[in-house]
């Protein structure tokens, strides 16, 4: 399979110097070096943001197409079943009530309540996790209760094709497996929940690609989601009710919409010299480093029952990604 273009240039960079405004002229912003340096080595998140807008259907084996249409289905069998629960009807209600009348949003499946993206992505999550019908990753994630929901509201508002889903869909997926794939056994030993942390990416991640954002906007959805990811163990050890998916992906429609209308992100929030102490400056990014810049011939494969880009030979041959 042909490489694209965005993996072949880690040094290019596609920046922003101001933001767009209807109701404001033009304000410049600082951009940080590594996304003006055309020569230096491009962050994390810029390689992903890269990555995930020069993604096409055409790349998508047939193999891949296949099963991301599993996933969707499962997704969607799990909220069916999720709209009967106690949890679900809870989740239903309170954004139908809290987000009354409005207009322009989205619907919640199954009650057919219009809400906000944000408001539907959450209750549809919710009603998914409570159906139990669960894909999983190492476990300790599944991404069928964040990346589906959040790619279903930005689909029903563009008006999006099976293609462009299915595209948006395998993007979510991958970023989200990619980024976590390192990090679940250290976050969950420190108390951290890996699923919301993680699935906030993959849903804003697909719901970015729909809307058809560009690299800069891509890049900014990613920084904006590590401000936004959260998730704690402790409370539901200590007797309370975990606020799992749900929250993550209503966060991620909101890192989405900053991102469209202008928000930076910034260039370096995964591996830069503010985030040392946090999970992010974990000793394991220099290799996520080192995987993330070997990217070669690019394949599309299938890891278990999830949907990842397998990048080349020497990804192939590291634990996680063996088939």
């Given at each position: 399979?042909?490489?694209?273009?965005?993996?072949?240039?880690?040094?290019?960079?596609?920046?922003?110097?101001t933001?767009?405004?209807?109701?404001?002229?033009?304000?410049?912003?600082?951009?940080?070096?590594?996304?003006?340096?055309?020569?230096?080595?491009?962050?994390?998140?810029r390689?992903?943001?890269?990555?995930?807008?020069?993604?096409t259907?055409?790349?998508?084996?047939?193999?891949?197409?296949?099963?991301?249409?599993?996933?969707?289905?499962?997704?969607?069998?799990?909220?069916?079943?999720?709209?009967?629960?106690q949890?679900?009807?809870?989740?239903?209600?309170?954004?139908?009530?809290?987000?009354?009348?409005?207009?322009?949003?989205?619907t919640?499946?199954?009650?057919?309540e219009?809400?906000?993206?944000?408001?539907?992505?959450?209750?549809?999550?919710?009603?998914?996790?409570?159906?139990?019908?669960?894909?999983?990753?190492?476990?300790?994630?599944?991404?069928g209760?964040?990346?589906?929901?959040?790619?279903?509201?930005?689909?029903?508002?563009?008006?999006?094709?099976?293609?462009?889903?299915?595209?948006?869909?395998a993007?979510?997926?991958?970023v989200?497996?990619?980024?976590?794939?390192?990090?679940?056994?250290?976050?969950a030993?420190?108390?951290?929940?890996?699923?919301?942390?993680?699935?906030?990416?993959?849903?804003?991640?697909a719901?970015?690609?729909?809307?058809?954002?560009?690299?800069?906007?891509?890049?900014?959805?990613?920084?904006?989601?590590?401000?936004?990811?959260?998730?704690?163990?402790?409370?539901?050890?200590?007797?309370?009710?975990?606020?799992?998916?749900?929250?993550?992906?209503?966060?991620?429609?909101?890192a989405?919409?900053?991102?469209r209308?202008?928000?930076?992100?910034?260039?370096?929030?995964?591996?830069?010299?503010?985030?040392?102490?946090?999970e992010?400056?974990?000793?394991?990014?220099?290799?996520?480093?080192?995987r993330?810049?070997?990217?070669?011939?690019?394949?599309?494969?299938?890891?278990r029952?999830?949907?990842?880009?397998?990048?080349g030979?020497?990804?192939?041959?590291?634990?996680?990604?063996?088939?």
């Amino acid at each position: 399979m042909a490489e694209p273009e965005q993996l072949r240039t880690p040094g290019k960079y596609i920046s922003v110097s101001t933001v767009q405004s209807s109701s404001r002229t033009s304000t410049p912003i600082r951009i940080h070096p590594l996304a003006q340096d055309q020569t230096a080595m491009a962050s994390l998140s810029r390689q992903l943001a890269r990555w995930v807008t020069g993604l096409t259907y055409a790349q998508l084996p047939p193999a891949v197409v296949d099963r991301a249409k599993g996933v969707t289905l499962q997704s969607l069998s799990s909220i069916l079943i999720g709209a009967g629960t106690q949890p679900g009807r809870d989740a239903v209600k309170l954004m139908a009530e809290e987000e009354a009348g409005v207009r322009r949003g989205a619907t919640i499946l199954v009650t057919g309540e219009k809400v906000t993206k944000g408001g539907a992505a959450f209750a549809n999550s919710e009603m998914a996790f409570a159906g139990g019908k669960w894909d999983t990753f190492r476990m300790l994630m599944h991404p069928g209760t964040s990346v589906p929901p959040a790619a279903l509201a930005a689909a029903e508002e563009t008006g999006a094709n099976g293609k462009d889903f299915i595209t948006a869909l395998a993007a979510g997926y991958e970023v989200m497996e990619r980024l976590a794939a390192d990090f679940i056994p250290t976050l969950a030993a420190r108390g951290f929940h890996a699923s919301p942390i993680f699935g906030i990416f993959g849903g804003a991640v697909a719901a970015a690609k729909i809307y058809g954002l560009d690299e800069d906007q891509m890049n900014s959805t990613i920084a904006l989601c590590a401000s936004l990811a959260s998730g704690n163990l402790e409370g539901a050890r200590s007797g309370g009710r975990a606020l799992r998916e749900g929250a993550a992906v209503r966060n991620a429609m909101l890192a989405v919409a900053l991102a469209r209308n202008g928000h930076v992100g910034g260039e370096t929030v995964l591996e830069g010299a503010a985030t040392d102490g946090s999970e992010c400056a974990d000793r394991r990014v220099g290799e996520q480093r080192r995987r993330l810049h070997r990217f070669r011939g690019v394949r599309i494969g299938i890891h278990r029952s999830q949907l990842v880009v397998v990048a080349g030979r020497e990804a192939c041959n590291q634990r996680r990604c063996r088939e």
